[in-house]
């Protein structure tokens, strides 16, 4: 075997998936079975401190659907594992041609809703579980993590700095990605602010201050090259001793008609020393000098900050919030909820377990709001129901076929920030907020309890 | 901004970086700094419940030295960003030429023990670090959370199953990649079984068994496709019944002279269910079916069942191997430890803070052993000093070309499950375990107490 990068890429993507994703499809195929079958993509309960979710990923997840292929490379590698010519043939030949709902990216949601609603054949319903999952799992648990940062922020800038322990290379791109939607203004990372356009941002390491002789060269070295956008990390030595240095340099600055724009302390307590440094530079006449923080933080420190009185104009917020590092993933799953029956007709279908049962038929979420426009409940219904609320799930694609206007990245945005501004406060709360609720239909209820009945009969 | 699937490729993985380098980059150009430094990549400090790391990652950092370069695309994005020319035009002929040391992969190592040494041209030395720092942590934790779950398992077979929920495509595939280096047996991923010739496993999924009308059916038509090699999941409706119906369809295909491989238990309280599941397929003369378990396992979890009797025989771990979810991401950094002075010697740097001090110099790791050929100490030195043990960097990179006859995948598991071996058990133990002795040199000391105190005056 070579020596490998190991980049997945769209012409590889589609092997990206669980074998048994393939098995399962082989086995459907070798016993004719292509019943046309719905699954639910919804997440199964809240995470210990998460009050709701923040839904993001699904502008991948259509993409993929549109261009999943299988290559001869991939046909030769799955005939060395034993899979029978007539379903490689198959894969050949495979387009998906499904329906799919999804609530758009940017919307609050909650547990047991659908987010993704597949219909299609089974073996294609099927064979495209394991990406979706896996694009979801990610945007939507760093969206959900971000958006808690910016509200703890309270308005401050929050700039997403964690590439560096991010979950390799496709993390470092969605995490960007889905921090920007939940409110973040921007990215460290180059490559996301090329390919999705989103603000990027960069100070300097210690390393840079300590390659010089001393730190006020180096300061000057670095604002020589940016005299108008410097950050001076003023940590590396002595936080009052680098903040003296940085005053120097804003006041040389001046003199050559720049300002510099802010200073990064990176250790120390944040409070107090953020608190000297505001009021040395306002003595100095340097109101004007942002005051960036960075080192460890994540929603609950930066609360702490500030209820303190830390005095700090932005945050970079690096590996916890890009891990999620308190809750790494969500109960995500992708449920059967219906197939078609020997009579053409769809037929409900659900699992039943204690902890894991799941919702039957083809459904819809109906949100309903106060009246200031706040959201106020959601209700989980069949679909066609006569509910009064907004239909969250929307058509995105009819027979394999993208028909959603795909919003820009700054749409996504405003429609998050917009969910999130017409979430309660109560339901926001970083620790102990209440639960929002979330209902069923009673024909959905109705069904349930049929459904339960005659499964244990 | 058009849709995009947004994956990282060997043509933009330059760009995967974040801003700070580049703007630092720029500085050193803009300053004429262009002297050799050296750079230390290395863990801070273990996380709770780790008492090692298993090192991995380097094959892909260095391909990705070898090849990293900026394309017109790039520049015109980076010209767009205020970049001037002439930095630019250095970026155009940007090739990585420096000298690596580093330690193999499947190494077992410890805090502040340096794991990549680079030697470069400060700008090259620099421009590289957010991409090694993400590659490396990510297979470093997943590579040692992976160890924990193999140690665990007893050698009971463990398979990576976590796909759906890992951080994205790349922590997919690299995750494959590391657990298997860790000992595990395989991976569900069919991509990294293609890429990196790692076994993948798969079984069938709840809504396999629910798409047929009955359980039996639906077993019978997985073993019509795979006769010789079905795992069939029991728990969809009941376990017990579920094990009758394996049961049953074992016997089906040993009529025709086949064997079923095993069942699989996703659910339940899997100590009671595996020991009741064996005894009847032991009864039934089935001694021979596997019993496969699955759901929310990790290293405690695995421990816990086996210390309780579990029947178990093969154990598919997911999200919280996948993810490291106690512990998403190693305090991994890049530091510089020495800067090349205008005599043309290069000279040592050190960091001068409590917690975050790093330690001056070119230096080597020594690991010294029992006379058993047990890891008894290791020893963090300058090079060049006669120290007695063995030498764990090695050099892989001389002026941008790899000079490292790289290991297969399967001689880098060999070499990890070599190294676990070898470390005694109190240093393995899942909590509690013992503090493995790394021991700075007499040398180092002394360097390091005269930089501090030359830094203090």
Chains 1, 2 share one sequence.
Not at 130 to 159: C, E, H, M
Not at 248 to 260: D, H, I
Not at 331 to 342: R, S, T, V
Not at 386 to 404: F, H, R, T
């Amino acid at each position: 075997m070579k020596a490998s990068l190991g980049f997945v890429d769209e012409e590889n993507m589609s092997m990206l998936t669980d074998l048994y994703e393939l098995t399962m499809c082989a086995s459907y195929f070798d016993n004719k079975r292509f019943e046309p079958a719905t699954f639910d993509l919804f997440i199964r309960r809240l995470p210990p401190n998460r009050s709701y979710f923040l839904f993001a990923g699904l502008e991948q997840v259509l993409l993929f659907l549109e261009k999943m292929r299988f290559t001869e490379e991939h046909i030769k590698f799955l005939k060395s594992q034993g899979f029978k010519e007539e379903f490689l043939e198959y894969l050949r030949n495979f387009k998906f041609s499904g329906d799919v709902w999804a609530v758009p990216e940017g919307t609050v949601v909650f547990p047991n809703e659908p987010l993704i609603r597949v219909t299609a054949p089974i073996i294609e319903a099927q064979l495209i579980e394991t990406f979706i999952l896996n694009t979801i799992n990610l945007q939507t648990t760093i969206a959900t993590k971000a958006s808690r940062v910016v509200y703890a922020a309270q308005g401050r800038s929050v700039i997403e700095f964690g590439l560096r322990r991010e979950h390799g290379t496709d993390a470092g791109m969605k995490v960007a990605r889905a921090s920007y939607i939940a409110g973040c203004h921007g990215t460290s990372n180059v490559l996301a602010g090329m390919m999705y356009s989103i603000p990027i941002f960069g100070t300097m390491a210690h390393s840079f201050v300590m390659f010089f002789d001393n730190e006020i060269e180096s300061f000057r070295a670095f604002a020589k090259t940016f005299p108008d956008k410097s950050t001076l990390l003023i940590d590396t030595f002595d936080n009052i001793k680098g903040a003296e240095n940085a005053i120097t340099v804003a006041k040389e600055l001046e003199k050559m008609g720049f300002r510099l724009r802010g200073v990064r302390i990176d250790s120390g307590d944040l409070v107090e020393i953020s608190r000297k440094v505001r009021k040395m530079l306002d003595d100095n006449g340097l109101g004007y000098v942002q005051i960036f923080a960075s080192g460890d933080l994540d929603e609950y420190k930066i609360r702490e900050l500030l209820s303190k009185g830390a005095k700090i104009d932005a945050f970079g917020v690096g590996t916890r919030m890009g891990t999620s590092a308190d809750r790494p993933y969500v109960d995500i799953i992708y449920k059967l909820c219906e197939k078609m029956n020997e009579k053409g007709e769809f037929e409900p279908i659900m699992k039943l377990s204690e902890r894991k049962a799941t919702l039957p038929g083809r459904k819809q979420v109906f949100r309903f709001m106060d009246e200031r426009g706040n959201f106020s409940k959601d209700v989980i219904a069949l679909e066609g129901e006569n509910i009064d609320g907004e239909a969250l799930l929307i058509k995105v694609m009819e027979k394999g076929k993208i028909v959603y206007d795909m919003p820009s990245l700054e749409d996504i945005r405003k429609n998050a920030l917009n969910n999130l501004s017409r979430l309660p406060e109560k339901y926001k709360r970083l620790r102990g907020a209440s639960k929002y609720p979330v209902k069923l239909s009673p024909k959905l209820k109705r069904l349930i309890k049929d459904l339960r009945e005659k499964l244990k009969s």
